[in-house]
């Protein structure tokens, strides 16, 4: 069974770090980019960044480039997000995803942040 299970969410204060971490099993990934979508109360859930299988090419939404960054142990079969200087608008529940170019697609469960201001 293909599994993908985050890690990592808490409560932090605006201007903090957490680092997600995406672990994944029960296929390889190697035609697939890999990364994290987040989702509010409320809202539609939106793309926050990906890094191609092996690390070899990312992508960031425009409101986390400079402050998140993502990367991976793909010998570990892992992804990470690093989100340094948090706001109160990061705040939602991050989902780790696995996409290829026919759009077959996996998701994660969720894991929350919480920022306070």
């Known amino acids: 069974q293909v599994q993908l299970v985050e890690s990592g969410g808490g409560l932090v204060q605006a201007g903090g770090s957490l680092r997600l971490s995406c672990a994944t099993s029960?296929?390889?990934?190697?035609?697939?980019?890999t990364g994290w979508f987040r989702q509010a109360p409320g809202k539609e859930r939106e793309f926050v960044a990906a890094i191609s299988w092996g690390g070899g090419s990312t992508y960031y939404a425009d409101s986390v480039k400079g402050r998140f960054t993502i990367s991976g142990d793909f010998a570990k079969n892992t992804v990470f997000l690093l989100m340094n200087s948090l706001r109160p608008e990061d705040t939602a529940v991050y989902y780790c995803?696995?996409?290829?170019?026919?759009?077959?697609?996996?998701w994660g469960q969720g894991t929350q942040v919480t920022v306070s201001s």
């Open positions: 029960g296929r390889t990934f190697n035609s697939y980019n």
């Open positions: 995803n696995a996409r290829n170019a026919r759009n077959n697609a996996y």
